[in-house]
């Protein structure tokens, strides 16, 4: 992949060249920052504002230098209400600051109005909540994403658009349709939109579980084709393996950024202990 410069606005890099560039520098890893009131527990933190803050920061600082992007679940902030979001909008700044890629998991979806302003929270240079990129729900129609899509190329940002998911009830909706499946539809669309990115990879990615198992077979999906990166959820706690993700992806492996919360949080709070846990999946994925 070439470090070409495309986005809509000249001068400013693709958050797929910038991902790329991490993933090539630092490997194919994405530490998921899920405070879950058990993992604060365990670090000794209290489930309030300011054990999600020490949490978050402290995830950050084992973290910043070796993962090429950081997931924080906008969920677990959402449930402390505004002081919440705030501790996220700090936990996204200390990213940006520590020069880590951020991926805020949002899964957000709507209608055209109001995706709009989505696309403002999370895309737009200036907002309080602007990430490197945001996960994305196409069960509106994914050309309900256009704002979102279009914004994130004008600022240099990306989106990672559900496709197949890790959980196992995703199958009865994604899967529907047999050869013309909803998976497909969405592979497909994403393949389109990445085509404004010639030469670089392309600033929409999917997001495709590492629990999948056959379906990429199964559906016939050529991940590959898409040309963006694949956002893989499941490792560790969700049972996938890295030798899952090589073989379920194959010769799409190239695009992928396996995602790992739980089983890398699980061992802190020390810093040294957590960096240990991130290298250690994060050689696994090399090696597979
Ligand atoms: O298909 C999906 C999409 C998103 N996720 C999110 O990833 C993490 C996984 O956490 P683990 O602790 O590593 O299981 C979590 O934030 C999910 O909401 C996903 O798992 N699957």
Same mark, same amino acid.
């Given at each position: 992949m070439? +470090?070409? &410069?495309?986005?809509?606005?000249?001068?400013?890099?693709?958050?797929g060249?910038?991902?790329?560039?991490? $993933?090539? #520098?630092?490997?194919? !890893?994405?530490?998921?920052?899920? /405070?879950?009131?058990?993992?604060?527990?365990?670090?000794?933190?209290?489930?309030?504002?300011?054990?999600?803050?020490?949490?978050?920061? *402290?995830?950050?600082?084992?973290?910043?230098?070796?993962?090429?992007? =950081?997931?924080?679940?906008?969920?677990?902030?959402?449930?402390?209400?505004?002081?919440? $979001?705030?501790?996220?909008?700090?936990?996204?700044?200390?990213?940006?600051?520590?020069?880590?890629?951020?991926?805020?998991?949002?899964?957000?979806?709507?209608?055209?109005?109001?995706?709009?302003? %989505?696309?403002?929270?999370?895309?737009? #240079?200036?907002?309080?909540?602007?990430?490197?990129? =945001?996960?994305?729900?196409?069960?509106?129609?994914?050309?309900?994403?256009? /704002?979102?899509? +279009?914004?994130?190329?004008? *600022?240099?940002?990306?989106?990672?658009?559900?496709?197949?998911?890790?959980?196992?009830?995703?199958?009865?909706?994604?899967? &529907?349709?047999?050869?013309?499946?909803?998976?497909?539809?969405?592979?497909?669309?994403a393949a389109?939109e990445n085509r404004?990115y010639a030469g670089e990879l392309g600033s929409t990615g999917?997001?495709?579980?590492? *629990? &999948?198992?056959?379906?990429?077979?199964?559906? #016939?999906?050529?991940l590959a084709a898409v040309r963006g990166p694949?956002?893989? /959820?499941?490792?560790?706690?969700?049972?996938? *393996?890295?030798? #899952?993700?090589?073989?379920?992806?194959?010769?799409a %492996?190239?695009q992928? !950024?396996?995602?790992?919360?739980?089983?890398?949080?699980?061992?802190? /709070?020390?810093?040294?202990?957590?960096? +240990?846990?991130?290298?250690?999946? !994060?050689?696994?994925?090399?090696?597979?």
């Open positions: 070439s +470090d070409a &410069v495309t986005t809509d606005r000249p001068g400013r890099e693709s958050f060249s910038r991902l790329g560039r991490a $993933m090539a #520098d630092r490997g194919p !890893l994405c530490v998921g920052i899920d /405070p879950h009131p058990a993992l604060l527990h365990g670090w000794g933190l209290n489930d309030d504002v300011a054990g999600l803050e020490r949490f978050s920061l *402290t995830v950050l600082e084992a973290v910043a230098s070796l993962a090429a992007a =950081v997931k924080p679940q906008v969920a677990l902030y959402e449930r402390h209400g505004s002081a919440g $979001m705030a501790v996220l909008e700090r936990t996204l700044a200390a990213a940006a600051e520590a020069g880590v890629l951020s991926i805020a998991d949002a899964k957000r979806g709507d209608i055209g109005s109001t995706m709009a302003a %989505y696309a403002d929270a999370w895309l737009r #240079d200036g907002s309080a909540l602007a990430a490197d990129s =945001v996960t994305l729900s196409p069960y509106l129609g994914f050309e309900s994403l256009r /704002p979102a899509l +279009d914004l994130a190329a004008e *600022t240099g940002r990306g989106v990672f658009v559900l496709a197949l998911t890790s959980n196992p009830e995703g199958a009865s909706v994604q899967h &529907v349709g047999g050869a013309d499946s909803v998976a497909r539809r969405i592979v497909q669309a389109a404004r999917l997001v495709v579980g590492a *629990t &999948v198992g056959s379906a990429l077979t199964d559906l #016939d999906l050529d694949i956002l893989a /959820p499941g490792l560790g706690a969700q049972g996938a *393996t890295a030798a #899952d993700l090589r073989r379920t992806f194959g010769s %492996y190239d992928v !950024l396996g995602t790992s919360s739980r089983d890398i949080l699980g061992a802190g /709070p020390g810093i040294q202990a957590l960096r +240990d846990a991130a290298q250690r999946t !994060l050689e696994e994925l090399r090696a597979a």
